[in-house]
């Protein structure tokens, strides 16, 4: 009941993901990041299982398709579930069960995703492409993720409404949590705002504290 979009970034290894539904919080439970290692997003009849286990396979060295495989197996609603998976060169693997609602595929290649469903038709993941490969190279991934939202919610979106009321953007820096995850839920026009919103997310004093954040000293897992 969404659509969205996974890239890595080739000059610099890092991840992202961006979403936009008319769905509730899909920032919270579709996109699925972790640095150095890859991104899944998860939707349709969500399970977020799958971008948490897939996370973990992919840090064991598995690649997507095989992390995308063995996960059809663990779920035995694979029927309802689509999503998606990168992986830490940049392939990527897709699936989209025969139970997902409306119009709904997948779109995959080296370095880029792109899933739908309940959608107005299956174009929408093209004209996502384009405008994700035809941005200024200058942009950084955040940007280049949302545009192409912009680009999906301008060719028609969800069939369900006009526009998305939940939308959300994630990418890795070099630390174990993302260094940019931003969300805007229940909000008319919300990729507008998600828009709006990286924009102050690259104020100066934003981007000091994000430094900051990143010059932190990684903590035992476990207490001796």
């Known amino acids: ?9 080739p000059s610099n290894g890092r991840f992202g993901v961006a979403v936009a539904s008319v769905h509730l919080a899909v920032g919270s439970t579709v996109p699925h990041i ?4 890859g991104a899944v997003a998860t939707q349709a009849h969500t399970n977020p299982y799958l971008g948490i286990c897939g996370l973990e396979r992919l840090e064991q060295g598995e690649d997507a398709q095989s992390v995308l495989e063995s996960l059809l197996i663990d779920d ?21 069960g025969e139970r997902c609602m409306g ?15 309940c959608l107005v038709n299956s174009d929408i993941l093209l004209c996502m492409k384009q405008a994700f490969l035809n941005c200024d190279p200058d942009w950084k ?26 939308a959300a953007v994630q990418v890795s820096g070099t630390s174990a949590f993302p260094l940019l995850d931003l969300r805007i839920d229940y909000q008319e026009k919300a990729v507008n705002a998600l828009q709006d919103l990286y924009q102050r997310s690259q104020d100066q004093w934003v981007q000091e504290w994000r430094d900051e954040l990143a010059d ?9």
Do not use: Y
């Open 1 to 9: 009941m969404t659509f969205s979009i996974i890239a890595r970034d």
């Open 103 to 117: 119009a709904a595929a997948h779109l995959c290649e080296q370095d880029l995703s792109i899933a739908g469903n």
């Open 34 to 37: 972790r640095s150095g290692i």
């Open 141 to 166: 991934l955040g940007r280049r993720l949302i545009h192409a939202l912009q680009a999906g919610e301008d060719a028609g979106g969800d069939h369900r409404s006009e526009q998305a009321t939940s």
């Open 216 to 224: 932190l000293k990684t903590l035992k897992r476990f207490a001796a």
């Open 76 to 96: 035995p609603d694979r029927d309802l579930r689509q999503f998606h998976v990168i992986d830490a060169a940049g392939a990527t693997s897709g699936w989209t």
